[in-house]
């Protein structure tokens, strides 16, 4: 069961964990000066005791306080309240199942879910707070989340009640490299800047580039590394169509024909095939990394840490602490760029667009208060605080004047000082210190575009991308005739970029757990997640279509046209539902 539910986290959950480390809160970037030198205060503004919310965190290896950091005092002074983050290891929704079988939350406060199956199985134990009991206490948490509060209140079916939030909007891809191949900049230069647009071209440079740079830092050098050792590994692996002119909802089911606004079915596709294909020549070669069917997320960092690797699948945004720390050892060369990838079949098909997503809602950050959290009402007073225009910017940005200033246009700008942290692989974890680990807990719109056009995170704005971008990679975007790092999809002359927005398609994905056809989705899920590695590894052309052909056979007889029957159905209603939760 875990693998079925885990593989429906957003691969954007990684990333997140991994930036939003990064992030935090305090009060008004107008009071920055005064917001960094807050001290904690045991009295409190309004004068109630001091209490401590447990919340579980990724990313942390002891315990840690948001007295640490400039947000958490903020929240001290301000409220008397103190979170205390508790690291563990397993997926949010595994946690989150496993506390929920033994009806045992130890002594926290707050969960989160990871995944909208997990969520509805929370609302349907009655295991999280009703949010719509305590309007007068979070006024503007429901005026400035109004938009998304509709699509919270789907998870509830019976009612439409509310119970969590999540850290959604996600629009990363609009003003920040989509997630597609990360290529060592030396190899690039030593076989001439190539053209890098289809799978094909990318199986050619691989196997020019192995052959160029047999080693890296004295050791073997690696073509490709990857991390499908995560539960999510075998759905990482069929995403190339979303590059392609299709779009993903994140499970191996099926995929969107976005022209034809439909749901179709995944397994039998050729765009998968395709896919399957590229990975199974890459890996019969020894361009993959043996291990990529092993290495979880902290392997293959590590690994791509050591050098060796010639490209990484997806993970981009590992990029700036990578290429730091290939600066620090005096390799700045063999620092990375992201690159466009498409499969091979879309060109030859003039199928020349590129649908790229964006979301409304972000399952893998779904959180909500336990019933059973101490005086919920004064943690609700913190999630009201964080509700606005304003926290959002302090979380994404910083402090006015120390972190970024504001030009003439009304664009933030990162300061040279807050670029020279970045740039360092801040070492003093000054980031955790200014920012704190905030928008994986609260509904603060980090992921999204705000109003001026700007990234609400300055790391997924254009302006700081650019402005922290090293020399090596100036080059290689020079090289290439790139303006900036986006040219490669915003302009890039074989394919039309188009924003597209996924959310009614993964929203009228989540089936009822009771339907027939749930139960027969949760099937395909787990023979998918053993029958892709299969399909990739196989030892020969032969051998390919055999397993490839027995898992479209297989997918068919366990009801695959069924269960997509019954999306589509679902996407039917979806907008009337959505509608009709909005006048509640």
Same mark, same amino acid.
């Given at each position: 069961m875990s693998k079925r539910l885990n593989r429906t986290v957003l691969l954007i959950v990684i990333m997140v964990v991994a930036t939003t480390m990064l992030y935090g809160c305090t009060s008004s970037s107008d009071k920055g000066e005064k917001d960094s030198t807050a001290t904690a205060t045991t009295g409190a503004e309004n004068g109630k005791p001091l209490i401590t919310y447990k919340v579980l965190a990724r990313g942390i290896d002891k315990p840690r306080s948001s007295t640490e950091d400039e947000v958490g005092k903020i929240i001290q002074e301000k409220f008397n309240v103190v979170f205390e983050y508790v690291p563990y290891n397993e997926t949010a929704s595994d946690k989150a199942l496993l506390m929920l079988a033994a009806n045992d939350w130890g002594d926290l406060d707050i969960v989160t879910t990871g995944i909208d199956a997990v969520t509805k199985k929370y609302i349907e134990a009655d295991a999280f707070l009703k949010l719509d009991d305590y309007k007068d206490i979070i006024p503007n948490f429901f005026e400035y989340e109004k938009d998304l509060i509709p699509y919270w209140r789907n998870l509830d079916a019976k009612n439409?009640?509310?119970?969590?939030?999540?850290?959604?909007?996600?629009?990363?891809?609009?003003?920040?490299?989509?997630?597609?191949?990360?290529?060592?900049?030396?190899?690039?230069?030593?076989?001439?800047?190539?053209?890098? +647009?289809?799978?094909? +071209?990318?199986?050619?440079?691989?196997?020019?580039?192995?052959?160029k740079f047999p080693t890296s830092l004295d050791q073997k050098s690696i073509g490709m590394i990857n991390f499908w050792g995560e539960a999510y590994g075998p759905l990482l692996a069929t995403y190339l169509p979303r590059?392609?002119?299709?779009?993903?909802?994140?499970?191996?089911?099926?995929?969107?024909?976005?022209?034809?606004?439909?749901?179709?079915p995944l397994a039998s596709h050729p765009y998968l095939k395709e896919t399957l294909k590229f990975?199974?020549?890459?890996?019969?070669?020894?361009?993959?990394?043996?291990?990529?069917?092993?290495?979880?997320?902290?392997? =293959?960092?590590?690994?791509?840490?050591?050098?060796?690797?010639?490209?990484a699948n997806f993970a981009k945004w590992n990029i700036p602490s990578i290429n730091a720390k290939l600066a620090l050892i005096g390799h700045p060369e063999m620092q990375y760029i992201v690159t466009p990838i498409r499969l091979s079949i879309a060109k030859e098909e003039g199928k020349n667009v590129r649908y790229e997503l964006f979301n409304g809602v972000r399952p893998d950050e779904t959180t909500g208060i336990l019933k059973t959290a101490k005086e919920p009402e004064r943690l609700l007073e913190v999630l009201n605080f964080m509700s606005s225009e304003e926290m959002t910017i302090r979380l994404g940005w910083g402090i006015e004047g120390r972190d970024y200033t504001i030009n003439e246009e009304g664009l933030r700008i990162p300061t040279p000082e807050l670029l020279e942290i970045v740039k360092s692989g801040d070492p003093d974890k000054q980031m955790l210190k200014r920012f704190g680990s905030y928008v994986t807990v609260f509904p603060t719109r980090t992921n999204a575009t705000g109003p001026n056009g700007q990234a609400n995170y300055f790391a997924n704005d254009t302006q700081y991308l650019m402005a922290a971008a090293t020399d090596t990679q100036k080059k290689a975007y020079a090289a290439y005739g790139? +303006?900036?790092?986006?040219?490669?999809?915003?302009?890039?002359?074989? =394919?039309?970029?188009v924003p597209f927005d996924i959310t009614p398609y993964a929203s009228s994905t989540n089936l009822d757990p009771e339907l027939k056809e749930a139960k027969m989705e949760e099937k395909i899920m787990q023979y998918m997640d053993k029958q892709i590695p299969l399909v990739i590894n196989a030892n020969d052309d032969a051998q390919f279509e055999k397993l490839y052909n027995d898992m479209v056979k297989k997918v068919d007889e366990l009801g695959q046209q069924q269960v997509v029957d019954k999306y589509n159905e679902q996407l039917v209603g979806f907008q009337v539902r959505i509608q009709e939760l909005t006048k509640k």
């Amino acid at each position: 069961m875990s693998k079925r539910l885990n593989r429906t986290v957003l691969l954007i959950v990684i990333m997140v964990v991994a930036t939003t480390m990064l992030y935090g809160c305090t009060s008004s970037s107008d009071k920055g000066e005064k917001d960094s030198t807050a001290t904690a205060t045991t009295g409190a503004e309004n004068g109630k005791p001091l209490i401590t919310y447990k919340v579980l965190a990724r990313g942390i290896d002891k315990p840690r306080s948001s007295t640490e950091d400039e947000v958490g005092k903020i929240i001290q002074e301000k409220f008397n309240v103190v979170f205390e983050y508790v690291p563990y290891n397993e997926t949010a929704s595994d946690k989150a199942l496993l506390m929920l079988a033994a009806n045992d939350w130890g002594d926290l406060d707050i969960v989160t879910t990871g995944i909208d199956a997990v969520t509805k199985k929370y609302i349907e134990a009655d295991a999280f707070l009703k949010l719509d009991d305590y309007k007068d206490i979070i006024p503007n948490f429901f005026e400035y989340e109004k938009d998304l509060i509709p699509y919270w209140r789907n998870l509830d079916a019976k009612n439409g009640d509310l119970y969590i939030w999540q850290s959604g909007p996600d629009q990363l891809q609009m003003t920040s490299e989509p997630l597609d191949m990360n290529v060592r900049v030396d190899v690039l230069e030593e076989l001439g800047w190539p053209k890098l +647009d289809t799978t094909d +071209d990318y199986i050619n440079f691989l196997r020019e580039a192995v052959k160029k740079f047999p080693t890296s830092l004295d050791q073997k050098s690696i073509g490709m590394i990857n991390f499908w050792g995560e539960a999510y590994g075998p759905l990482l692996a069929t995403y190339l169509p979303r590059h392609s002119g299709y779009q993903h909802f994140y499970k191996t089911t099926g995929f969107v024909d976005v022209e034809a606004k439909k749901i179709i079915p995944l397994a039998s596709h050729p765009y998968l095939k395709e896919t399957l294909k590229f990975w199974n020549v890459l890996s019969r070669e020894g361009i993959m990394d043996r291990e990529a069917w092993t290495d979880k997320s902290p392997e =293959f960092v590590k690994k791509w840490e050591s050098g060796v690797a010639l490209s990484a699948n997806f993970a981009k945004w590992n990029i700036p602490s990578i290429n730091a720390k290939l600066a620090l050892i005096g390799h700045p060369e063999m620092q990375y760029i992201v690159t466009p990838i498409r499969l091979s079949i879309a060109k030859e098909e003039g199928k020349n667009v590129r649908y790229e997503l964006f979301n409304g809602v972000r399952p893998d950050e779904t959180t909500g208060i336990l019933k059973t959290a101490k005086e919920p009402e004064r943690l609700l007073e913190v999630l009201n605080f964080m509700s606005s225009e304003e926290m959002t910017i302090r979380l994404g940005w910083g402090i006015e004047g120390r972190d970024y200033t504001i030009n003439e246009e009304g664009l933030r700008i990162p300061t040279p000082e807050l670029l020279e942290i970045v740039k360092s692989g801040d070492p003093d974890k000054q980031m955790l210190k200014r920012f704190g680990s905030y928008v994986t807990v609260f509904p603060t719109r980090t992921n999204a575009t705000g109003p001026n056009g700007q990234a609400n995170y300055f790391a997924n704005d254009t302006q700081y991308l650019m402005a922290a971008a090293t020399d090596t990679q100036k080059k290689a975007y020079a090289a290439y005739g790139w +303006d900036t790092m986006l040219e490669a999809w915003h302009n890039n002359s074989e =394919f039309k970029f188009v924003p597209f927005d996924i959310t009614p398609y993964a929203s009228s994905t989540n089936l009822d757990p009771e339907l027939k056809e749930a139960k027969m989705e949760e099937k395909i899920m787990q023979y998918m997640d053993k029958q892709i590695p299969l399909v990739i590894n196989a030892n020969d052309d032969a051998q390919f279509e055999k397993l490839y052909n027995d898992m479209v056979k297989k997918v068919d007889e366990l009801g695959q046209q069924q269960v997509v029957d019954k999306y589509n159905e679902q996407l039917v209603g979806f907008q009337v539902r959505i509608q009709e939760l909005t006048k509640k």
